[in-house]
């Protein structure tokens, strides 16, 4: 029986590395036990070490895409979901087509809920100025994310914010951008930002863009979530918009039709000249 | 006059922005600021940052440069004889909004269109100079969307595609003639030679001259439209007619539908209905099934007579319905093609069945493995283990789908 302990940090290499030295050795999924970040505890601390590093192992590419991704899901079984199918695709190749298979299924489903993660944190992390002077500017966010996500989208911020710094903390992982050098760091309790006046602006912009006569709740709700609404500073004022949208529209349809304003008269009679003159 | 607060008129110009369906930031070129020294990454796919109770996603800034506009376009909020509030933001407003909501990751990038003030140049001109200073002064990597003015003067629109991931003019309402009665001020003519300059523009930018080297980038996510639907008495049949074209002739990446909707201070020539919301997702379905799914539009417009999409089912099991001889299909032997056309079946679906078919003997259950959605295909498929017997004819089939009758209540 193997234990192979694996880091919050650096999860993906270390998984892909055991995987590797196991499926070399021929050791079979039921041998092989999967501790993340500790979890299991001293009980079964006491395990042989791995086998050594084998000739070279082949996967297929689509399987090591998904395995990079399904790593980061917050299901204990994943590794040995992994694992497993590892050991099935030695014989079975073509299993990565089947579409049918439901073990792969499973797999393909996690992979998902993973990349729907990653792209809802790309989404809404949400930073805070934290006006601290100097040549680089620098912001903070709190974020709780579904999965693990935190170490393989930390890089899209990188990209996206090359000039300033930043930090992305979470319960998990805290990923820190300072002087274009990422690193990623042990979780932490949500730390106590700064307010930051632009956050009444962005308010005052989601109030305005949403038409209140197209109010289709579900819609947003399927898309953005109400887990993430309380770290979202724009979320406050969807019960408001809801509420006040039917008496909005009624107004609208209420309204007399007005006599347009003196300057429309003129500027029509200055618009028509030019068009003659064109002519 | 008092100077007007910046958040006062981020709420005019927003508001009057929101009447512009479109806030897609896909499909341009890949840019990052890895180098350090700018702001800001594009990447295939854009970002939803939010949705507002109306569903709909809020990528970019999407705002007015102003409101105050010389034109008297009936359906527009915005309109000289309107009694709207108005706002103008300087340059300088427009360049900090869009750069301190990036930092924060509010936004993709930024969506400006405008009023008409002065003249069509000058209005086009100011938006001009707002792209440019992004991109040069600010090094903004991010998404930029401009609306061009159609009677702008080509140099202007030339320069607006070299800042701009995307460029769009409205055509604004189905057919020449309500352009005509509703917009009396703008010529449908010139908005397409407007949308045709543009698109010649982007082959000439980018095909490569004899040195080999290829010419600046133009506008690298192309172009795009929108037509107000339920403003004017257009059929469905029209308005995709009408769609068919414009993505023929103007090689747009997109036609855009927008449910007319109440305004304040509206025009009596217009009167205020409920947004007809069904109709323009039958729209957006219907054009769909124009792109990807190889369906015409006189395939789609056939089942009624009045030339309008069912409101009821989708465009594609109206259609389905009306051809039944067609089904049921075999999905361990139809064509691709074929298989497009089942209702409920997607292009990933159908993918997955023509790659899991070399494996297996396609049963009911591995389709739903897959994740199929089967209760709209069932009665036009078979597979190994079934068939949908008389189904497929049955009397009653489009009662399964169309939605019960509204329940009567006590006035
Ligand atoms: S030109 Fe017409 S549609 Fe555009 S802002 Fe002016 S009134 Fe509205």
Not at chain 1, 6 to 26: E, H, M, Q, S, V
Not at chain 1, 90 to 115: F, I, P, S, W, Y
Not at chain 2, 232 to 252: E, F, K, W
Not at chain 2, 373 to 390: C, H, L, N
Request: charged share 25%.
């Amino acid at each position: 029986m193997y234990t192979v302990p694996l880091p919050r940090i650096g999860t993906d290499l270390a998984w892909r590395d055991a995987a590797k030295r196991l499926i070399g050795a021929a050791i079979p999924p039921e041998d092989v036990l999967w501790d993340f970040g500790g979890e299991m505890g001293e009980l079964f601390a006491t395990a042989a070490p791995l086998p050594p590093p084998s000739r070279r192992i082949k996967a297929p590419q689509s399987f090591i895409q998904m395995a990079d991704t399904v790593v980061w899901h917050k299901d204990p079984q994943r590794f040995a979901r992994l694992y497993a199918m590892l050991w099935r695709l030695r014989h079975e190749t073509g299993l990565m087509q089947d579409r049918a298979d439901q073990h792969l299924a499973k797999l393909r489903q996690m992979e998902k809920g993973v990349n729907r993660c990653k792209h809802k944190m790309k989404a809404f992390v949400r930073f805070r100025d934290l006006r601290q002077g100097g040549d680089r500017r620098s912001f903070a966010a709190w974020f709780e994310p579904t999965h693990h996500t935190v170490e393989p989208t930390a890089p899209f911020f990188a990209r996206r914010f090359a000039d300033m710094d930043w930090m992305i903390a979470t319960p998990d992982v805290t990923a820190q951008f300072v002087d274009g050098n990422l690193s990623f760091h042990p979780g932490q309790p949500k730390p106590d930002l700064p307010k930051d006046g632009a956050e009444a602006l962005w308010g005052a912009y989601f109030c305005n863009i949403f038409n209140p006569a197209r109010v289709k709740i579900k819609a947003m709700t399927s898309e953005m979530p109400k887990k993430y609404w309380k770290n979202l500073p724009e979320a406050q004022h969807i019960h408001d918009l809801i509420a006040g949208a039917e008496a909005k529209v009624q107004k609208m349809q209420d309204a007399a039709p007005t006599i347009p304003p003196e300057r429309a008269q003129r500027i029509r009679r200055q618009l028509r000249q030019q068009k003659g003159d064109d002519q | 006059m008092t100077r007007m607060a910046l958040s006062d008129k981020l709420a005019i110009l927003s508001d009057a922005a929101r009447y512009d369906a479109s806030c897609a930031s896909s499909g341009t070129a890949r840019r990052d600021s890895r180098d350090g020294k700018g702001l800001g990454s594009t990447e295939g796919s854009g970002i939803c940052h939010a949705y507002a109770p109306d569903g709909r996603c809020i990528s970019l800034l999407k705002i007015l440069m102003t409101n105050f506009c010389i034109y008297d376009c009936a359906y527009c909020i915005n309109r000289v004889s309107s009694h709207v509030r108005r706002a103008r933001f300087s340059a300088d407003e427009v360049v900090q909004l869009t750069i301190e909501f990036y930092r924060r990751n509010y936004i993709e990038g930024l969506f400006l269109s405008s009023g008409i003030i002065r003249s069509p140049d000058a209005t086009m001109s100011d938006m001009v100079q707002i792209a440019k200073r992004l991109r040069e002064g600010e090094n903004f990597r991010g998404y930029i969307h401009l609306k061009t003015i159609p009677d702008a003067a080509p140099e202007l629109i030339e320069q607006a595609g070299l800042y701009a991931d995307r460029l769009s003019i409205n055509v604004e309402l189905p057919t020449d003639n309500s352009v005509k009665a509703y917009a009396p001020e703008k010529n449908p003519v010139t908005i397409r030679k407007a949308m045709g300059d543009v698109k010649s523009r982007k082959e000439v930018a980018s095909e490569k001259s004899y040195t080999g080297k290829r010419g600046k980038r133009f506008a690298p996510a192309g172009q795009s439209t929108q037509m107000i639907v339920g403003a004017d008495r257009s059929t469905d049949a029209t308005i995709l007619g009408q769609s068919t074209r414009l993505y023929g002739a103007y090689q747009l990446r997109r036609v855009y539908y927008s449910a007319f909707s109440p305004i304040p201070d509206a025009t009596a020539q217009l009167p205020l209905i409920k947004p007809p919301l069904v109709r323009e997702h039958r729209l957006y379905q219907a054009d769909w099934l124009l792109r990807f799914y190889g369906f015409g539009v006189d395939e789609i417009t056939a089942a009624r007579p009045d030339g309008n999409l069912d409101l009821e089912l989708d465009p594609k099991l109206a259609w389905a319905l009306q051809n039944r001889a067609l089904f049921p299909v075999d999905v361990n032997r139809a064509s691709k093609d074929m298989l497009l056309r089942v209702p409920g079946f997607g292009t990933r679906t159908v993918d997955r069945i023509l790659s899991t078919r070399r494996h297996r003997n396609l049963r009911y259950g591995d389709l739903l493995q897959m994740g199929t959605p089967m209760k709209k295909a069932q009665p036009f498929i078979v597979a190994r283990d079934w068939t949908p017997g008389a189904l497929t004819d049955s009397a009653n089939l489009r009662t399964r789908f169309a939605p019960p009758p509204q329940q009567l209540s006590l006035l």
